[in-house]
């Protein structure tokens, strides 16, 4: 018999965009021979599943139902397809842990932790994995961008604590008014801003599953911004504003040193489901800096991880099957 599988989309933050471009690849690829799926858009309005003919259905939070023409559909597992609050944050795996519902990616805990930056590189640190030394700054007991300067060498990012898809993060240089416009946009996205030294590097980020309890490093994907991008920002990311190579063409040892940092930080922060982990390779230090674990990463056609797995040798129908039986497996 088939399973009912929920795919959840949507959420409450500027992400939502995004997470509706990844619905539509997992959607498309999701094996209808062995699930049944309904795509469930969570968003200020309500929790709906829209029919074919535009209708839109309420769901029972009480139990995350759907009553269906006089049918009431109870979901076997909820793949989880949604980037910021509250798909990626903790939010929504709590619920379904209360309704014993299994989920594809990481538990509650990890992802409220990797979700936010200062808890994560503070974790990873105590670990033993190389992170950038940095500072985080509260709204309300913020006073100065002279706070940064007196702990912190130039250049800088500035970046939400708490958020992905690089959404009001900055690059500053040098203290100047910039920093404080930086750290200004930073905190209209969020009440806490990370502000990080620049590690001078490769970046590289690699997509991490675990499949019958194996832990799997996808093929390395190397990120150039453009030339007349700064750094890799939103618009680097969805806009065409960086070249991505997958696989990296990287020295075998310095790709090593990637993956088994990468399966570290997957173990560490006891990863489940697919996760994506960025890293700064320093070549004078000759070892990887963890930037961030994104433990929904994202799916659409601009999207990393679907260009690693399709360079594994699977199609992305393979994929998402391996992620939902894992999650039967916790």
Known sequence: ????????????????????????????????????????????????????????????????????????????AVFIGMHGTPGEDGKLQGYFDLLKIPYTGCNAATSAITFNKRYAVAVAGMAGIAVAKSVVLIKNNFTSPDEVTSNL??????????????????????SSDE???????????????????????????????KSKGKIIVLPL?????????????????YQGKSTETTPAEVEENIA??????????????????????DFIYNEDEGRPYMLEVNTVPGQSEASIVPQQVKEMGWSLQEFYTKLIKECFSE
């Not at 994907?221 to 990311?237: C, I, L, Q, Y």
């Not at 090593?256 to 982990?277: H, L, P, Q």
Request: hydrophobic share 40%; charged share 30%.
């Open 221 to 237: 994907t190397e990120v150039k911004a453009h030339a007349d991008m700064a750094f890799f920002d939103f618009e680097a990311k």
């Open 256 to 277: 090593d040193k990637i993956r088994e940092a990468a399966m570290k930080v997957y173990s560490v922060f006891n990863c489940r489901g697919v996760v994506r982990i």
């Open 179 to 209: 920093l404080g416009y930086a750290i200004e946009k930073a905190f209209k996205e969020d009440n806490e801003v990370l502000v990080e030294e620049m590690i001078a590097g490769r970046e590289f980020t690699a997509g991490v599953f």
């Open 1 to 76: 018999m088939k399973k009912n599988i929920a795919l959840v989309t949507g959420g409450f933050s500027g992400e939502a965009v995004i997470s509706y471009k990844s619905a539509v690849t997992i959607d498309n690829n999701l094996d209808r021979n062995l699930f049944n799926i309904y795509k469930i858009d969570i968003n200020p309005e309500g929790w709906f599943y829209e029919l074919t003919d535009g209708r839109r259905i309420e769901l029972d939070k009480n139990d995350f139902s759907l009553q269906l023409d006089n049918v009431k559909i109870k979901f076997d």
């Open 153 to 174: 060498k130039f250049p800088v990012f500035i970046k939400p604590n708490s958020g992905g898809s690089s959404i009001g993060m900055s690059k500053v240089n040098k």
